[in-house]
């Protein structure tokens, strides 16, 4: 009896010394977890706004800064529209997004988990990731052809700058860039002593184009859908790449919720971010307020062409009405509904033009 009792006293030892060793590994993991305060996980971003066109992928990097030696991260609020997901492993991942419609996206989350080594213990919180992902309509990849003013036009729009048309605006200094066609020769040859002058005509392109995007949302949540907002962002970029081409800036003011916010661009990568800006909340009220009667094009939804304070400026200029399956072609000759095909710089032109 005696050495079976002995032998069971022997394992309740190594029992309890395991215990106690296991006790003492719990408590330092519980110590080390109560040493990282919940302010001190944080996740910092490589970039807060990343861009592609539609279709394509951004990729950012994320860090996740603690002295926990195991980090678990996964994303649990991915915007609609945004296919995103985390790759990588340990403190440092990526951030890999795509969509297939043009816009912004914002507001995803992710859950990151710190724990011991061991992995008894852990903590999980959920963060804001803070990256903004900016996706471009496809028709900035355009040739932006510039409008073509046909000549039997050319003088009749004057637009108080120096320009190619054909009434005179003011006498300039010859440099070589100028053509000799344009010297002042008869002025010349009254007064040789003075400098070569030549003759600059009046601009006959407008030098700003004013746009006016109603945005009428569906559903009575009013929520925003993607496939709306690549379908505006499409038919703005289409307006305004042969705009900004042919040199004349463009400015499109965006009313939305009964607040109007202005932009503007006078390139193509102005353009790019004029597209992007539509689609951010926390854009800036336009400074000067102005009358739907300065419109000179308007891009609205079928919904939105409806309201009373639309439908008049439809009638009365070249218009572009969004609409979902196939494109019902021109109705009239200042009216296209656009279902992300139609060619626009025809009413481009019209607007230039007049």
Known sequence: MIV????ALAGFGWGLALG??????????????????????DLSVG?????AFKGGEVAVQLRVKTRSASVRMDLVMIPNGLEAEIKGEGKERTLVAKSRYAGVYTGLKARVEIADRLGILARSEVKDVGVVC?????????????????????????????GSGQEFYAAEVYTTSRSAKDIMWKRLARTPDELLLVRTGEANIPETMNLWFYEEEEGEEKTRTPARMDLASEAIARVGLPVVSTGTKLRVRHVHRGKATLTEAKDREGLANLVARLWEDGSEPGVAA???AQADMVIASEEAAHSPEV??????RPSVLLVWGEGRGMKGSSVVFFSGHEDLSSLVAMVLSK
Request: aromatic content about 6%; cysteine-free.
């Open 290 to 292: 102005e009358s739907p």
């Open 47 to 51: 970039s807060a706004r990343a861009r």
């Open 134 to 162: 900016e996706f471009l309509p496809t028709s900035l990849l355009g040739t932006g052809e510039p409008i073509r003013v046909s000549a039997a036009r050319l003088g009749d729009l004057p637009a108080g700058r120096g």
């Open 20 to 41: 106690f060793a296991f006790a003492l590994l719990a408590s330092a993991s519980l110590l080390a977890l109560a040493a990282y305060p919940k302010e001190g996980l």
């Open 4 to 7: 079976p009792l002995a032998s």
């Open 311 to 316: 439908v008049g400026l439809v009638m009365n």
